[in-house]
Nanobody, 120 residues
Framework: QVTVVESGGGSVQAGGSLKLSCEASRYTTCMAWFRQAPGKERKRVASQFGDATLFYDDLVRARFTISRDKAKNTLSLQMNNLKPEDTAMYYC?????????????????WGQGTQVTVSS
């Protein structure tokens, strides 16, 4: 099991920015951000596998940017031009071996979640 700790989040008005940070207890090949809005399933929004394989959900592409520091086992999520529909609980996940997927059980470390609320 990998321990994952998130920080950041909060409330912002539409058009604003927030940055989330995540740290894993050891190196993992994949680190990802998922989010879950009320009444909806948890969904991967961005991830990085290895050195440079990036994924962004279409809904956040061009607005969200992830940045990974492999030496520190950290992954950040810079969120710009936030929209009310970005309101959700955001979770960082780590998969020790293997690529990033949409399958939650592939990940062996999850953070506790951090709330992001965007008001119109």
């Amino acid at each position: 099991q990998v321990t994952v700790v998130e920080s950041g989040g909060g409330s912002v008005q539409a058009g604003g920015s927030l940055k989330l940070s995540c740290e894993a207890s050891r190196y993992t090949t994949c680190m990802a951000w998922f989010r879950q809005a009320p009444g909806k399933e948890r969904k991967r929004v961005a991830s990085q596998f290895g050195d440079a394989t990036l994924f962004y959900d279409d809904l956040v592409r061009a607005r969200f940017t992830i940045s990974r520091d492999k030496a520190k086992n950290t992954l950040s999520l810079q969120m710009n031009n936030l929209k009310p529909e970005d309101t959700a609980m955001y979770y960082c996940a780590a998969r020790e071996f293997g690529s990033c997927t949409n399958i939650e059980t592939d990940y062996n470390g999850w953070g506790q979640g951090t709330q992001v609320t965007v008001s119109s």
